[in-house]
């Protein structure tokens, strides 16, 4: 009993010499103050942000486990370094601007356990990412990125069934929690703030890293989702996979590295959303000494359209006289590339051999003749086998480019994948078009020969059904546009309103007008950029094909004018001394003024393509004029629903 209660004495004696964890905030605010971010270490580690005093994350739980312990328990800071940068960044393959001011404050908290979070505060948005010196090789069981909103906003969910995804889904708006626990969406998804707040969520610098997911919880807050490495996984078909057995854990990697930024872009304005460019400033410098040879532009596609001619003395399908046909087409307006889609080769697991109708060196000799080169798709995993071999032999045909196709993975191995795809082709001079893709994640900074990726819903789907709308269509530019280039694969001349639309695979159709369709050369960013319909569609429709082949594919400058998330856009790019502009609407009709302040002194003269009186009736239906304007000048933009404006202004 004596014992008992001189126990009980000794830990009431060390009870008060025990002093809870002390809390500590370390504030960081962007150059113009307006975002201010709270980073807390106590016993865990979180971060809050606000912008103009309106609180946007409460408490935001993040961590790294490593090798099965959680770097961030019970952390100790052992050194804070705060520094501030602005300066101008050069893009050698332009997509949105041929330069981007770089500005930001960092604040980076060095720890004990060998880690450091490093945190970026720009003026349009906020971004955090580990750092870890271990020595060797590390395994990472999870990275926890919790969210947790000081609202119930609504979000832009990009609801995915399963990890194996190929990117490609609609956007369903609704609150946060109204999501229940356990449905998951890929990146890039936008909340919608208050006071017109939005905040764009997506990654950068990602590699030798799986690629992040979020799930809903039923709350306020979303949860990090990652695929698992993959130890066991059967072929399913030609170009899927089934799992077998996957490991207890992401990745496993260098412990000395920096991991993925986690990115935050934030706009007053639903148009400052567009022009964000925080991915490409957060990825890594090009790896390539000379980029001279990558030259982006607009191709020539066959497989929306089936390779449905007609008017020709030939029977079309995958054969030479077809692609010689597409490469006059091509030739004709000025089109550097075209595609030779799926069905080219031997068989899909054969790449090496091209089908007895198809003679690759012919058609490239034909094209050079023309000025037109050649662009060869292959599945992923034939590359994947015999990389160095197919590689080399698509150069010594004198092909220009490759379009890989249904990767439908975000794993580690899968990122590992696109890097080897980009440095391989580079290293011959091929560009890269990634098809069956997760979003971009800034490889295209370090390998500027990645000139497109897909990952969207995009035209293709009108094939089968009805869901890219014009609603959807204006949704794009505010979600997944925000990762990067986005091969949606416009050029549709067959256009028709939604009580006169028939799926058709072999004479598809889009929704919504002709103009619609045409602004989106200027509205979405494509280093390669598709013309998808049949060049004998094309040649019937000469004004609209002339107007569109004139449009640039990288830009020197862009401006989004006026827009609205979901409901309306309005952008101008430069080119040179040129302007190129685009509108796009929902289904709502609506008229829009812009004025043309942008332009530089002088008169330029302005093409103009917009809806036709009828084109409320007849989707194709389409006026085309021109006159003189300057910067003086106003614009108004009439749109029928669904439909869209272009223009071209030219210096005179």
């Given at each position: 009993?004596?014992?008992?209660?001189?126990?009980?004495?000794?830990?009431?004696?060390?009870?008060?010499?025990?002093?809870?964890?002390?809390?500590?905030?370390?504030?960081?605010?962007?150059?113009?103050?307006?975002?201010?971010?709270?980073?807390?270490?106590?016993?865990?580690?979180?971060?809050?942000?606000?912008?103009?005093?309106?609180?946007?994350?409460?408490?935001?739980?993040?961590?790294?486990?490593?090798?099965?312990?959680?770097?961030?328990?019970?952390?100790?800071?052992?050194?804070?370094?705060?520094?501030?940068?602005?300066?101008?960044?050069?893009?050698?393959?332009?997509?949105?601007?041929?330069?981007?001011?770089?500005?930001?404050?960092?604040?980076?908290?060095?720890?004990?356990?060998?880690?450091?979070?490093?945190?970026?505060?720009?003026?349009?948005?906020?971004?955090?990412?580990?750092?870890?010196?271990?020595?060797?090789?590390?395994?990472?069981?999870?990275?926890?990125?919790?969210?947790?909103?000081?609202?119930?906003?609504?979000?832009?969910?990009?609801?995915?069934?399963?990890?194996?995804?190929?990117?490609?889904?609609?956007?369903?708006?609704?609150?946060?929690?109204?999501?229940?626990?356990?449905?998951?969406?890929?990146?890039?998804?936008?909340?919608?703030?208050?006071?017109?707040?939005?905040?764009?969520?997506?990654?950068?610098?990602?590699?030798?890293?799986?690629?992040?997911?979020?799930?809903?919880?039923?709350?306020?807050?979303?949860?990090?989702?990652?695929?698992?490495?993959?130890?066991?996984?059967?072929?399913?078909?030609?170009?899927?996979?089934?799992?077998?057995?996957?490991?207890?854990?992401?990745?496993?990697?260098?412990?000395?590295?920096?991991?993925?930024?986690?990115?935050?872009?934030?706009?007053?304005?639903?148009?400052?959303?567009?022009?964000?460019?925080?991915?490409?400033?957060?990825?890594?410098?090009?790896?390539?000494?000379?980029?001279?040879?990558?030259?982006?532009?607009?191709?020539?596609?066959?497989?929306?359209?089936?390779?449905?001619?007609?008017?020709?003395?030939?029977?079309?399908?995958?054969?030479?006289?077809?692609?010689?046909?597409?490469?006059?087409?091509?030739?004709?307006?000025?089109?550097?590339?075209?595609?030779?889609?799926?069905?080219?080769?031997?068989?899909?697991?054969?790449?090496?051999?091209?089908?007895?109708?198809?003679?690759?060196?012919?058609?490239?000799?034909?094209?050079?003749?023309?000025?037109?080169?050649?662009?060869?798709?292959?599945?992923?995993?034939?590359?994947?086998?015999?990389?160095?071999?197919?590689?080399?032999?698509?150069?010594?045909?004198?092909?220009?480019?490759?379009?890989?196709?249904?990767?439908?993975?975000?794993?580690?191995?899968?990122?590992?994948?696109?890097?080897?795809?980009?440095?391989?082709?580079?290293?011959?001079?091929?560009?890269?078009?990634?098809?069956?893709?997760?979003?971009?994640?800034?490889?295209?900074?370090?390998?500027?020969?990645?000139?497109?990726?897909?990952?969207?819903?995009?035209?293709?789907?009108?094939?089968?059904?009805?869901?890219?709308?014009?609603?959807?269509?204006?949704?794009?530019?505010?979600?997944?546009?925000?990762?990067?280039?986005?091969?949606?694969?416009?050029?549709?001349?067959?256009?028709?309103?939604?009580?006169?639309?028939?799926?058709?695979?072999?004479?598809?159709?889009?929704?919504?007008?002709?103009?619609?369709?045409?602004?989106?050369?200027?509205?979405?960013?494509?280093?390669?950029?598709?013309?998808?319909?049949?060049?004998?569609?094309?040649?019937?429709?000469?004004?609209?094909?002339q107007f569109i082949s004139q449009f640039k594919t990288v830009w020197d400058d862009t401006k989004v004018l006026d827009a609205k998330v979901g409901d309306y856009i309005v952008t101008a790019r430069k080119s040179g001394s040129d302007w190129y502009i685009g509108a796009m609407t929902d289904y709502d009709a609506r008229t829009l003024?812009?004025?043309?302040?942008?332009?530089?002194?002088?008169?330029?003269?302005?093409?103009?393509?917009?809806?036709?009186?009828?084109?409320?009736?007849?989707?194709?239906?389409?006026?085309?004029?021109?006159?003189?304007?300057?910067?003086?000048?106003?614009?108004?933009?009439?749109?029928?629903?669904?439909?869209?404006?272009?223009?071209?202004?030219?210096?005179?």
């Amino acid at each position: 009993m004596k014992n008992n209660v001189l126990a009980f004495f000794m830990i009431g004696i060390l009870n008060l010499f025990i002093v809870p964890t002390q809390a500590k905030d370390y504030k960081i605010s962007s150059p113009d103050g307006s975002i201010i971010t709270s980073v807390t270490v106590g016993e865990d580690i979180a971060w809050s942000a606000s912008v103009n005093g309106q609180m946007l994350f409460d408490h935001n739980k993040l961590g790294l486990e490593l090798n099965g312990k959680n770097l961030v328990t019970s952390p100790k800071v052992l050194k804070k370094k705060t520094s501030s940068v602005s300066n101008v960044v050069k893009v050698p393959v332009p997509v949105k601007t041929s330069t981007i001011k770089n500005e930001y404050n960092e604040l980076r908290l060095l720890f004990n356990n060998d880690f450091s979070i490093s945190f970026r505060v720009f003026n349009n948005g906020i971004a955090y990412r580990f750092e870890t010196s271990k020595d060797g090789e590390v395994i990472v069981n999870n990275e926890q990125v919790d969210l947790n909103f000081a609202n119930d906003f609504p979000i832009l969910f990009p609801e995915e069934q399963s990890l194996l995804s190929h990117y490609e889904r609609l956007y369903i708006e609704d609150k946060l929690s109204s999501f229940e626990e356990g449905k998951f969406c890929s990146l890039p998804t936008v909340v919608k703030g208050g006071d017109n707040i939005k905040i764009g969520i997506t990654e950068a610098d990602l590699y030798d890293y799986p690629g992040l997911f979020l799930e809903a919880t039923g709350k306020t807050v979303l949860k990090s989702k990652f695929p698992k490495v993959i130890l066991e996984s059967v072929e399913k078909g030609d170009r899927g996979i089934e799992i077998k057995k996957s490991a207890d854990y992401i990745a496993k990697t260098n412990g000395t590295r920096t991991f993925p930024w986690r990115v935050f872009m934030i706009s007053r304005e639903d148009k400052e959303l567009v022009e964000n460019q925080m991915v490409y400033l957060l990825s890594r410098p090009c790896e390539l000494d000379d980029v001279s040879w990558i030259k982006p532009g607009l191709v020539a596609w066959d497989w929306w359209n089936d390779n449905n001619l007609h008017g020709v003395d030939f029977k079309a399908g995958i054969n030479n006289q077809t692609y010689k046909y597409y490469i006059d087409f091509a030739s004709k307006y000025g089109i550097p590339y075209i595609i030779l889609d799926e069905g080219w080769s031997k068989t899909t697991t054969n790449v090496l051999e091209p089908n007895p109708e198809i003679d690759i060196p012919e058609l490239v000799a034909y094209g050079k003749e023309k000025n037109v080169d050649i662009i060869l798709w292959s599945l992923w995993g034939p590359i994947d086998k015999d990389m160095d071999r197919i590689l080399d032999r698509f150069k010594e045909w004198g092909a220009k480019g490759i379009k890989v196709d249904f990767m439908a993975q975000a794993g580690q191995e899968m990122v590992n994948y696109y890097e080897r795809v980009a440095k391989a082709c580079a290293e011959r001079n091929l560009l890269v078009d990634y098809h069956g893709a997760y979003k971009p994640s800034g490889l295209r900074r370090a390998y500027p020969n990645i000139v497109n990726y897909e990952g969207v819903k995009g035209l293709e789907n009108t094939k089968w059904t009805d869901i890219i709308t014009p609603e959807h269509d204006v949704t794009l530019p505010f979600t997944r546009m925000l990762a990067g280039p986005m091969d949606f694969t416009p050029g549709a001349m067959h256009n028709a309103h939604k009580k006169d639309f028939t799926a058709s695979f072999s004479n598809p159709m889009s929704l919504g007008t002709r103009c619609h369709q045409i602004a989106m050369y200027a509205v979405y960013d494509a280093p390669l950029q598709m013309l998808s319909d049949s060049p004998s569609n094309y040649y019937k429709e000469k004004e609209c094909t002339q107007f569109i082949s004139q449009f640039k594919t990288v830009w020197d400058d862009t401006k989004v004018l006026d827009a609205k998330v979901g409901d309306y856009i309005v952008t101008a790019r430069k080119s040179g001394s040129d302007w190129y502009i685009g509108a796009m609407t929902d289904y709502d009709a609506r008229t829009l003024k812009i004025d043309l302040s942008f332009l530089e002194d002088g008169e330029y003269e302005i093409e103009i393509m917009q809806d036709g009186l009828n084109a409320g009736k007849a989707a194709v239906d389409y006026v085309h004029l021109k006159k003189n304007v300057n910067k003086s000048s106003e614009l108004e933009i009439p749109m029928v629903s669904g439909g869209g404006w272009a223009a071209i202004c030219r210096k005179l």
